[in-house]
């Protein structure tokens, strides 16, 4: 799916932007504002640029997202991380395109997914893809919101489409389901209280107040995109789609919790999860186990207490309090506190004793 815009198609970007970077929605991603400039507009990232190429490649899932959060002893891994990294996939694609349109109108070409200050969603919606929902991931009236996008820059002069109408109308789906809350109002977005950011970007701990949310879901979230009406058109199949890879839908957070670095990077070699490192995948790992309720999981969590990352061995110190015994807790901690010098497993130690009223 393709579609053209005007490099000054999105004037009001700059406006929202700041006001979005002044709420702090950005959490820990400074290079947000770091980049405002470039990213509020196209010209000032690439001065030659004529014409913004949008693109859109469907990777909805075959079957319901969310039917693995029932299954609180197993892992659910968001639909676009069950493939090659998206990157790869995309900009393989972009180049092949681009390379075609250079030797076609000899202009110069520049291709971007993701890694670079460009506002792909405002662009896309004013390149007629879609729009930005209430969620503000972009829908597709033919696709649904299971989109990745890319984007071509070229100096060349091209047709410009017609922007695409919000449609969302009074649905509040994908505001109503987020289990974190992380929408302040429609159409804005507040990183530190979503999934997707707390599990993939967020490097340190994960409040407490926000781990009962993240449920099993140990690498982004798909609630709001599941729950969107226009996701039927997604399924027609008229459109080439990204195949998600079986063997990443309903691990045993079992067997997540037992690996260590080069079984991580080999299990998940090529995908998106490899990106956001061992420790804090099993820290997420961890949260889930912490919510399965599953007293069969202590074991992994208490066998994580000695982990050489104190990230993971606070979320295992939460795991084993609420899953273990106060009596077998207490011998735990007489067996790993002492031992103990980070602050923050320390801290982690102190809360689930005032949790359990442990003295």
């Known amino acids: 799916m393709l579609r053209v815009a005007a490099p000054d198609a999105i004037p009001q970007a700059p406006e929202r932007l700041q006001e979005w970077l002044g709420h702090g929605y950005q959490a820990s991603m400074e290079w947000m504002g770091e980049t405002a400039e470039r990213r509020a507009d196209p010209r000032a990232l690439w001065p030659q640029v004529r014409s913004v190429i949008m ?26 991380a069950r493939n090659r990294d998206y990157h790869d996939v995309i900009k393989g694609k972009l180049k092949e395109l681009a390379g075609f349109l250079a030797g076609r109108t000899e202009a110069d070409v520049k291709v971007f997914v993701d890694t670079a200050p460009v ?3 405002p662009l896309a919606q004013a390149a007629g893809l879609g729009w930005q929902g209430k969620h503000t991931v972009l829908v597709s009236r033919d696709l649904g919101n299971w989109l990745f996008l890319g984007a071509i820059f070229t100096s060349a002069d091209l047709a410009i489409d017609e922007p695409e109408t919000d449609r969302c109308g009074s649905c509040r789906r ?13 159409y804005q977005l507040d990183s530190r209280r979503c999934i997707s950011y707390l599990t993939i970007e967020h490097k340190g701990h994960i409040d407490s107040d926000l781990r009962e949310g993240i449920g099993n879901r140990v690498f982004g979230c798909d609630d709001c995109l599941a729950v969107c009406p226009w996701n039927k058109f997604a ?7 990204l195949r998600q890879r079986e063997d990443l839908a309903a691990i045993p957070l079992a067997e997540l919790a037992r690996l260590d670095d080069a ?8 995908t998106p999860i490899k990106r956001t490192g061992r420790d804090r995948f099993l820290r997420n790992v961890l949260i889930a186990i912490g919510n ?4 069969s999981l ?22 084993a309090s609420r899953l273990s015994p106060s009596d077998e807790f207490e011998g735990l901690a007489a067996r790993h506190r002492p031992c103990e010098t980070d602050p923050a497993v320390l801290g982690e130690w102190a809360a689930a004793f005032k949790a359990m009223e442990i003295a």
Not at 174 to 186: E, K, M, W, Y
Not at 263 to 270: I, L, V
Not at 310 to 319: C, D, E, G, S
């Open 298 to 319: 202590a074991g992994e969590a208490m066998a994580c207490l000695d982990d050489a990352s104190p990230l993971v061995r606070a979320m295992a110190v939460w795991a």
């Open 174 to 186: 994908c505001l109503d389901i987020c289990p974190t809350n992380a929408f302040p109002a429609p």
């Open 55 to 80: 693109l859109g490649m469907n990777y909805g899932p075959d079957s319901d997202p969310l039917a693995t959060l029932d299954q609180r002893d197993r892992a659910t891994i968001s639909v676009y």
């Open 119 to 121: 506002m792909e969603k």
């Open 235 to 241: 399924q027609t199949g008229r459109e080439v789609k």
């Open 263 to 270: 079984a991580f990077r080999e299990r998940f070699a090529g």
């Open 292 to 295: 399965s309720g599953e007293a």
